[in-house]
């Protein structure tokens, strides 16, 4: 850092083919620049400049120099706009994708506190039944369940979720508690349909082993906030995640089903696009939203 000025000084020369138009723009004598100079080269042992009546050349090592210096300068400069940018109020657009449920329940009011605080900033969330493509429908963040999207993204981890297995207990009472993943396969489970699919394939972990079971129901939904009513309604059971039925669990309105089994963990992260990394805008928000959502992992 200290030979910052230096290298200014030796840009400037370099630019204007000229010590005494340096010197002038620099408000110092033709003698001081090239005394400047002569300090400079004596210091890097090498010739930078050869001299002529009207103008200065770069020599090859001068060359050298004046690139890499011209480059250090403008990293240098553009650090220094990134840091002043993140201490200044956040402003402008930030457009957010995130699914129904979790965007209703959970995103939607930090966004609120978010605005409350930084009210230069306008927020537009858009909630969708899936994930949306952030580069082709041109969303700034996007929350994501599961494992992190590819590495054209950058990944934030917002909250650890687990998924449940849940039913009521006049339900349970009726049809019986299973007591293996296998049983599933005899009960009546509600099914989400999301993209003309149905997941009704369930794998369930304990320890080192792993079952698979396939599983059917007499109601199935796209909307995972019917489906939660339904098993609330004693209809059956039904897979959610933790955060979706931690209240009902601790009324007593639902009960977990194989809480000794493991179902894959859907994750909670916000990706936003290699070209937002820079963004004071964004960082900021996916920082807060982390804050509120609690539980992060670094």
Known sequence: MKDAPDLSFFCLVARKRSLSLAARELAITPSAASKRLAQLERRLGVQLLTRTTRRVNLTQQGELYFERASRILSEMAELERLVAASRAAPKGLLRINATFTYGRVQVAPVVSEFIRRYPEVEVQLQLTDRAMNLSDEGYDIGIRFGEPPDTRMIARSIAHNRRLLCATSAY???????????????HNCIVIRQDEIVYGTLRLAIGRR??????????????????LAWALDGHGIVVRSEWEVRKHLA????????????LSPANIFAVYPLRHRFSPTVRLFVDYLASRLGNETP
Not at 254 to 259: G, I, N, S
């Open 251 to 262: 009324t007593g309105h639902l009960r977990e089903v194989l809480p000794g089994y493991s």
């Open 210 to 227: 792993t079952e698979t079971v396939k599983v059917r129901g007499s109601l199935s939904t796209n909307d995972p906030e019917v489906a």
């Open 172 to 186: 349970l009472k009726h049809a019986g508690t299973p007591r293996v993943p296998a049983d599933l396969a005899h």
